[in-house]
């Protein structure tokens, strides 16, 4: 039986620690989270996890792993502690909003030698993986350039965008990962423009709620990405991948298939209501590859370099909005 420590009983922390219940050889077996909230009660209610603080989850010698899903400014220290045990670790992204100590804590976990997997669900999504290993095949010849949509259903609240670290680093981050993994090489320049066009409220606090950005590869092919914070039907997440003989779509996902229609036309379902249903099979098999990475040490699909990596995407084009004009991301160090 594996023993699993969980830090931060919320959003994340809440699907993940549902499916690693769901599996007969992986025990939650300690939940460290300051903060009482129902959420954390019902949790250790269902887990019969113990109400547990950091420090004492660190030295307990039963603990195997360590599943870091509490609020980004905390990971930085946390992940120190980890490296100091030598066990595994599952950190959500992003790792912190400076990358300086994204590049130490990486180079430090790195030396320390803990097996770490990084929160980048959507590597493990069916659709994605199927367009990863189209493109890996060769059969379709090379990818040419890529297009993708992601919109959430509605903006965060205020409070959240302002430890969120911004447009690029919280939600966009997913998609500079995923253009690294489609493409399979590094991003060398980004261009990107934005602006507040749903909620002022975001705008007063710094951020922007649309953004149009531009990657070009090492080998020179582009990538068009587009990510706003609300879309009139709900969440909105697309892909298209163009290769030299075929092209790859993922569409965006209904909630159900089921479609009426009579002679004034066709009504489908609304889309998925957010990234926690979107994804949500992709989050289990995140969670099958963290007790593969535990128990026979099997590499995850996203690692810690991925996580520094797409995050000094995010950097240059916070670089980018800012100076307005196109950045090398070599700009960023
Ligand atoms: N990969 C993804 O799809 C995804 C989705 C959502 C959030 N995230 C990331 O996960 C992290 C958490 O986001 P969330 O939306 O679940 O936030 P949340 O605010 O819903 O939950 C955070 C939880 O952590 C607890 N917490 C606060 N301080 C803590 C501490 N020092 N130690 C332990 N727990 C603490 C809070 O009480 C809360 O219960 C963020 O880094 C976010 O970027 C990733």
Known sequence: MTKLALFGAGRIGQVHAR?????????????????PSPGREDLLARSQARLSDAEAVFADPEIDAYLIASPTDTHEWLLRQAART????????PVSLDFRKVIDIAREIGSAGNAVMLGFQRRYDPDFLHVKEEIASGRSGKVQHIVMHTR??????????????GLFRDQAIHDFDMTRYLLGEE????????????????????DIDTA?????????????MINARHAAFGYDQRLEAVCEKRVFYVANQ??????????????SSRPMSDFIARF?????????????????GKP??????????????????TLSLELSRPVAVSMVD
Not at 187 to 206: F, K, M, N, Q, R
């Open 86 to 93: 030598g066990k595994p670790v599952f950190c959500e992204k």
């Open 254 to 267: 209904p909630a159900t298939n089921f479609i009426s229609a009579d002679i004034q036309g066709f009504t």
């Open 187 to 206: 991003i060398v320049s980004v261009s990107a423009t934005g602006a507040c066009l749903i909620d002022p409220a975001i705008g007063e606090a710094g």
């Open 152 to 165: 959430d259903p509605s903006p965060p609240p205020v409070s959240y965008v302002k430890s969120s670290g």
């Open 300 to 317: 995850p699909l996203a690692t810690m370099r991925d996580g520094v990596e797409a995050q000094r995407l995010a950097e240059a084009a």
């Open 19 to 35: 499916n690693l219940m769901a599996m007969q050889d992986m025990k939650l077996v300690a939940i460290a989270d300051p903060v």
């Open 280 to 296: 949500a099979e992709a989050y289990r098999a995140e969670m099958d590859a963290f007790r593969a990475l535990i128990q026979q």
């Open 212 to 224: 149009m950005i531009t990657l070009r590869s090492e080998s020179g092919r582009l990538v068009q």
